[in-house]
Nanobody, 126 residues
Framework: VQAQVESGGGSVQAGGSLRLSCAASGLGSSGNCVGWFRQAPGKERVGVATIYTANGRTLYADSVQGRFTISQDNIKNTVYLQMNSLKPEDTAMYYC???????????????????WGQGTQVTVSS
């Protein structure tokens, strides 16, 4: 997997939606775990969602369950994060990360991931 590039961030009002994209050559190859993380100013980077590209299995943080959806397009070598019902507390820099092998089925840990993008800013106003 080559370095991934995130896009799709922006500014929206609470209740709005955004779709983030993470593109990288080879991303659709079997055996990759792709994750979305976010980091607010002064806070730690935390996991939001993961997808295992071999079988599409997903995992979500409790804070976004039911509002965010992670998906993949193997032809376009892109992983998406559809974010609906956005809240001001979703405001953060969002990062895409990849790792070889299956994702954990119980947690989303930054230490597991090897390759990181530069991030895309999401700002939600009340």
């Amino acid at each position: 997997v080559q370095a991934q590039v995130e896009s799709g961030g922006g500014s929206v009002q609470a209740g709005g939606s955004l779709r983030l994209s993470c593109a990288a050559s080879g991303l659709g190859s079997s055996g990759n775990c792709v994750g979305w993380f976010r980091q607010a100013p002064g806070k730690e980077r935390v996991g939001v969602a993961t997808i295992y590209t071999a079988n599409g299995r997903t995992l979500y943080a409790d804070s976004v369950q039911g509002r965010f959806t992670i998906s993949q397009d193997n032809i376009k070598n892109t992983v998406y994060l559809q974010m609906n019902s956005l809240k001001p507390e979703d405001t953060a820099m969002y990062y895409c990360a990849t790792a070889w092998g299956p994702c954990s089925t119980s947690s989303i840990r930054t230490a597991f991931f090897n390759y990181w993008g530069q991030g895309t800013q999401v700002t939600v106003s009340s």
